[in-house]
Structure formats: structure tokens, C-alpha cells
């Protein structure tokens, strides 16, 4: 079956632009992540979603990072004015459950912003 | 929350030798181990996992091994080839009830032909 995908693959933003990065998890995947990975670095936790519910957004960088998933489903970050260390992989990822005994989370391809 | 480390941050061998990678740990409740491989400009991808209820698992060439007393976990492969050679991302659970989980930093395995 289809995997996780994101859109767009590669967005070019100049500083201050706003900008919306879309998720679509595997069908019926209940847990949604969100990510940041630097060039180098390991995924960094931003936010998680629950079905529709936003659980956790400890890794949010400031308030101008939000997300949503209204319908439990398809997600959006949205970044407002960016800045140039915005720059990076915005990786989405879903998994099956939601709590109890841990499962794969599966990735998508990421967005590569690049905050000129 | 989670503490995760990983050693080394880049690991050259010959092909055909074996790669160890090493994580440490924080949290001694935390019961599930996963490894992701990424290659350049894909997406992490699980190679293997592990439970907290045993302390050894093998996939082929792929193997980790789990020390929960000293809260290390370990990734070997054997008999390494050129199509190994990315960057390899552990992991370790958060506290709580869901599935968040906090990754190492990375090693960057190369092998040479």
C-alpha cells in the first residue's frame, strides 16, 4: 500500500515568508510525528498527534512553528516568518497505535526547506 | 525525558568485516530499541528492533544486542557490503504512554570495497 508522503519536496522561502508543509500518514495510522533533521543530525522531535488530538508540542522551536490535523489524518506545520535557521528536513512520520506496546514509525520522503 | 548517545559518529571499514554501533540510554523504564538506516537523501527506514523482554535479535546479517543493567544497546553487522553504507539512527522511548521516541545523533557507516 501507498506510504507516508509529503509535500512539497523542496520549498525555497525567503526570510519572512510563511509556509505550510503537508503530511499524508498511512491509511488508519493513528500516531502522526513531526520532525526536524539538520544536515548531519538526527531526527528532533517537534510535535505528536494522537487521531486529531495534538499530544505534545514540547519541540516546537518557537510560536511561530504550529501544526494541526483536524480530520485525524492529513497534517500541516506551518512555519510564519521564517528564518535562515528554519533551513533544514521537516520528516513526517505515522505509526499504527497510539499507546501501549511500541511499533515502527514509518517515514515519509521529508520537505527540504531552504530559508534564503 | 529520553537521553539517547551514539558512538561513533562515522565508522569506515573493508568490505566484508564486521560494524558495531553503540547507543546508551537514560530512562531504565524504557523497553523498545529501534534502528533506522538512511540513506543519502532518503527517508530513515527500521532495520531492527528490539523489547526490553529479550536480549539478543538477528535479522541475516543484522544483529542487536540489549543490556538493560547497564542501559547500552548495540548494532552488528556482519559481513559488511558496499550497499551498507549510510547513516544508521538509534532510538529509545520516551516515558509515557505513547510513542514518542528521542534518536541518537548517528553513525555514518562507509564500506569499502
Known amino acids: 500500500g501507498a506510504g507516508v508522503s509529503q509535500s512539497p519536496r523542496y520549498k525555497v522561502a525567503k526570510r519572512g515568508q510563511d509556509v505550510a508543509l503537508r503530511c499524508d500518514p498511512i491509511s488508519g495510522h493513528v500516531s502522526l510525528f513531526w520532525y526536524q533533521q539538520a544536515l548531519g543530525q538526527g531526527p528532533e522531535f517537534l510535535t505528536y498527534f494522537q487521531n486529531e488530538a495534538q499530544l505534545d508540542k514540547s519541540g516546537l522551536p518557537s510560536d511561530r512553528f504550529f501544526a494541526e490535523r483536524p480530520e485525524g489524518s492529513v497534517s500541516t506545520l506551518k512555519i510564519q516568518r521564517t528564518q535562515q535557521e528554519d533551513s533544514a528536513v521537516y520528516l513526517c512520520?505515522?505509526?499504527?497505535?497510539?499507546?501501549?506496546?511500541?511499533?515502527?514509525?514509518?517515514f515519509g520522503p521529508g520537505t527540504r526547506l531552504t530559508v534564503t | 525525558g529520553e537521553n539517547v548517545e551514539q558512538h561513533p559518529s562515522t565508522l569506515s571499514v573493508q568490505e566484508g568485516d564486521s560494524a558495531v554501533i553503540k547507543c546508551t540510554y537514560s530512562d531504565s523504564a524504557s523497553n523498545y530499541f529501534p534502528w533506522y538506516k538512511q540513506e543519502l537523501g532518503k527517508r530513515p527506514q527500521l532495520i531492527i528492533d528490539i523489547r526490553s523482554n529479550v536480549g539478543e535479535k538477528k535479522d541475516q546479517r543484522i544483529a542487536v544486542t540489549l543490556n538493560k543493567t547497564a542501559k547500552h544497546f548495540s548494532l552488528h553487522i556482519t559481513e559488511t557490503q558496499p550497499e551498507d553504507s549510510a547513516v544508521y539512527f538509534c532510538?529509545?522511548?520516551?516515558?509515557?504512554?505513547?510513542?514518542?521516541?528521542?534518536f541518537g545523533t548517528g553513525t555514518k557507516l562507509q564500506v569499502i570495497p
Open positions: 512520520a505515522s505509526s499504527p497505535r497510539g499507546s501501549g506496546q511500541r511499533y515502527e514509525q514509518y
Open positions: 532510538a529509545a522511548p520516551n516515558s509515557g504512554g505513547y510513542q514518542k521516541v528521542t
